[in-house]
């Protein structure tokens, strides 16, 4: 069976694999259960993630169904990537995983930006792309006033 190949086909999948990029690094699945586990063990009903550098939002949605599962009655969780693509496949897949306890936001922003959006101390948890940063740097400055869990970055 022959396919017939166009020029603006062949153009529209570039796009869409440039805008895509590559997959999110970042902690583990076993060690986002573990951090919420231990939140809720210690008595805790409501979490709050952040997923700075979300990718296609994959890491934020398995937190926030994890949490569910774990008796969280309220998890907010907002993830951005500078990928409109990616944003766009986050947003559409949280419509579709949507539960009443469950409120996910996904925005195309830089992760200092959707850090200073952040009141202080309004993070339980926050998920990095990458390792801890230098403590002295600015993001890790911004970490320190969001967040009053736990920082997982990438090991």
């Known amino acids: 069976m022959l396919r017939s190949i166009t020029l ?3 153009l529209h999948s570039a796009q869409s694999l440039r805008e895509a990029g590559p997959p999110a690094r970042g902690p583990s699945d076993a060690r986002i259960a573990v951090a919420l586990r231990l ?3 210690a008595g805790h009903r409501s979490i709050r993630i952040l997923d700075l550098d979300c990718g296609n939002g994959e890491r934020l949605l398995h937190a926030a169904e994890q949490a569910h599962a774990l008796g969280f009655v309220a998890i907010e969780g907002r993830g951005a990537s500078l990928s409109a693509a990616n944003i766009r496949h986050a947003r559409n897949q949280a419509a579709l995983r949507h539960h009443p306890s469950t409120d996910l936001r996904f925005a195309i922003a830089e992760p200092i930006a959707l850090l200073a959006s952040e009141h ?3 993070a339980d948890l926050v998920l990095l792309s990458e390792p801890k940063p230098y403590p002295a740097s600015p993001l ?3 970490l320190d006033r969001v967040c009053v869990g736990e920082i997982l970055g990438e090991p």
């Open 120 to 122: 202080d101390d309004a």
């Open 39 to 41: 939140f809720r063990e």
């Open 8 to 10: 603006s086909g062949l």
């Open 140 to 142: 890790a400055a911004a």
